[in-house]
């Protein structure tokens, strides 16, 4: 059987797998090797995220589910980041709250699994401007609801989370700043990845994967690739 | 706990993530609903498909898989109809024997799980000018090794059996000629699919399953969708 790997977030998860999106990219890399499993939910924080933990990783006993997974990313934060005085406040999860919340998810799945790989991922960079256009719910302020500077103290809580349990992380909000003009190459709409984005997600998963040994180097495939088949005897690679 | 929906198939199956493939696109439509499973193998043909249904397909004693699937698609006979005197006769499958392997594999999976829903998908027509640009191995003949007459039959052979077993049936040998320009517009080296092939697959496989009552109109949401969480008491969606 193949190993699973959870791919747990917000929106920038749930459409990875649109046109060129990190997810489907991922699952596309290990076509023969994982199984890249979506569980991403549009609009969630840190906080609606540990409500439904139970449901969205099932334990070992329910027949059906609940093998350990090879990996999970737990990519939250972009929605905890919501400015509490602005139109997407519901949204909105105080940063030690965040911080705690995280500490609780990563807590959860060490438990479940303890051999699991679990990947953090920090927010995005914002662009203000670019939010105004898009306001998930009506914007009467004319106020960003997010700030890239509010995103940053997340992203930096985020990183403080992986550190404190030896796990990677990929810091999402840094690393995309390197990128020139990344508020309009790297994101489509102020906050959700551009295809530059997406693969610049994927890049940073495999590589953290890669560093701990998951790779289509050292992972098995599933049944016989079509090079290793003998063409004067095609049936032989069958036979165990 | 989502129902998964199987992808059985070679080479045109294993890449449907890539891209804008028909797969990716399908677990992008049902992000919130289903689990999409990639089962391609490239090369395979149905006598090779059928030496590793057991293991594609565990059984349901085998806790942490095996729960019945939705549907599968089963997406055979590209390979199979290479032809025995060309350069890839090492994957050929005569035509009875192709429809045999067919009825075994519908078989098979309707005795494992009856109330799994099985869609059949023909070969898609074939470039023999474009396939000469990209022989699998080395063609010393200078002839292509698929033809667009071999693939027609073996759909037909295909649609054949779907109707022996009164199942859902995607006629791609057919439906893709319907195309203009289809050699270059649907196909990307005269057998694999291009972005528009690839629509086509994915726009026929919802259609057949929505005909099937399997659609976003009928199958549960996995958890409260951001626009059924009311800002003022967000909490309260999460509490049954």
């Given at each position: 059987m193949r190993p699973n790997i959870y791919l747990f977030g917000d929106s920038i998860t749930e459409e990875?797998?649109?046109?060129?999106g990190w997810g489907a990219t991922l699952a596309h890399h290990f076509s023969r090797a994982v199984d890249v499993v979506l569980r991403g939910y549009s609009g969630y924080n840190t906080r609606w995220a540990l409500m439904v933990l139970e449901k969205v990783f099932p334990p070992e006993?329910?027949?059906?589910s609940g093998r350990a997974p090879l990996a999970v990313t737990v990519f939250f934060g972009a929605n905890d980041a919501?400015?509490?005085?602005?139109?997407?406040?519901?949204q909105h999860v105080p940063l030690d709250e965040y911080q705690q919340n995280l500490r609780s998810i990563v807590s959860f799945l060490k438990k479940r699994w303890p051999k699991t790989l679990v990947v953090l991922i920090t927010p995005p960079p914002i662009d203000e401007d670019e939010r105004l256009q898009y306001p998930f719910v009506e914007n009467?302020?004319?106020?960003?609801?997010?700030?890239n500077e509010a995103a940053g103290a997340y992203a930096k809580a985020c990183v403080a989370v992986a550190g404190e349990f030896e796990i990677p992380v990929v810091n999402l909000w840094t690393k995309m700043q390197?990128?020139?003009?990344?508020?309009k190459s790297i994101l489509r709409d102020g906050l959700h990845l551009s295809k530059g984005g997406n693969r610049i997600v994927f890049d940073e998963v495999i590589k953290t994967l890669r560093a701990k040994d998951m790779s289509l180097e050292t992972l098995p495939f599933d049944l016989p690739l079509i090079m290793d088949i003998?063409?004067?005897?095609?049936?032989k690679a069958f036979q165990n």
């Open positions: 990875s797998f649109s046109n060129g006993t329910d027949c059906g919501c400015l509490p005085d602005r139109c997407s406040a519901f009467t302020l004319g106020l960003p609801e997010r700030t390197d990128y020139p003009k990344w508020q003998d063409p004067s005897d095609p049936l």
